[in-house]
């Protein structure tokens, strides 16, 4: 409730363009669609807003342009389509079996053909290829030959986390505090 009287307050006198700092930080999931579905109704009818975020699901979902800043300086800016269009490349994550390395899984498929770059997640790897779906039987052989004990693999199409960590080079969750995307 505190959330949304914070947001009704900061809009009660029409500003022409409000900005909003983490409007959903800490909200339950339907609290959140509220706000969103808030915030779309106000920019429908012409208010510009500038919005802070962590969640970059939330950048993707509500902004027409963003900016993503790393240790005060804008990295990548554009729409959230385009950013992602720019990387070029499909994801294949694989995740950490029990007995896996990180290094294990980087070794076992950086030279890999196709293969633009591989980034560590939380999870395991990121691998960014030209084609996922041509690149998985070639990683899952690459990876067995290795030995590596694997505990899934994923192909996608890029995100804004993913271009988030190609413009930062790190994960969302691992940025000093005080870093934001910006949208």
Known sequence: MKR?????TALVHTPQVPFLDE?????DPASRMTIWDEVRRINAEGTTIFLTTQYLEEADQLCGRLAIIDRGTIVA??????????MGADVVTVGLGRAGTKGALRAAVEQLPGVDH????????AIYVTNGAQAVPAVVRALDEAGVDVGAVSISRPTLDDVFLEATGRNLEGAAAGQKAVA
């Open 4 to 8: 949304r009287l914070d947001l009704a």
């Open 23 to 27: 409007p959903t930080t800490g909200l």
């Open 77 to 86: 800016q554009g729409t959230p389509d385009g950013l992602k269009r720019e």
């Open 118 to 125: 591989v980034v560590d997640t939380e999870a395991g790897i």
